[in-house]
Nanobody
């Protein structure tokens, strides 16, 4: 499985960006997909995940501002980010869990494949 993230860039506080992750693999619809982010000088952290059935979960800091979605026909998962603030500045990574059961949806170790990351910079 290969993942290719795109859509990052520079945006002013209060603005919006939409990230996209394109995945290879014939069984994309069965994958749980997630976005993580790594801010400068910090560890990579969970942002959001979407199950194969479309159930979503968000970390508290992005609830109400970020929306994850998937298009199984296109093998893509998107992250719509609104009301961005400087604390959202990070490299954003998409990840895929190809196992039948996602035991801990916020743990990096639960995800088998990772994209290369796309940088989001929010200026104040």
């Amino acid at each position: 499985v290969q993942l290719q993230a795109s859509g990052g860039g520079l945006v002013q506080a209060g603005g919006s960006l939409r990230l996209s992750c394109a995945a290879s693999g014939r069984t994309f619809s069965s994958y749980a997909m997630a976005w993580f982010r790594q801010a400068p000088g910090k560890e990579r952290q969970f942002v959001t995940t979407i199950s194969s059935g479309g159930s979503t979960y968000y970390t508290d800091s992005v609830k109400g501002r970020f929306t994850i979605s998937r298009d199984n026909a296109k093998n893509t998962v998107d992250l719509q980010m609104n009301s961005l603030n400087p604390d959202d500045t990070a490299v954003y990574y998409c990840a895929a869990c190809v196992r039948s059961t996602l035991l801990n949806l916020v743990s990096q170790s639960s995800y088998d494949y990772w994209g290369q990351g796309t940088l989001v910079t929010v200026s104040s």
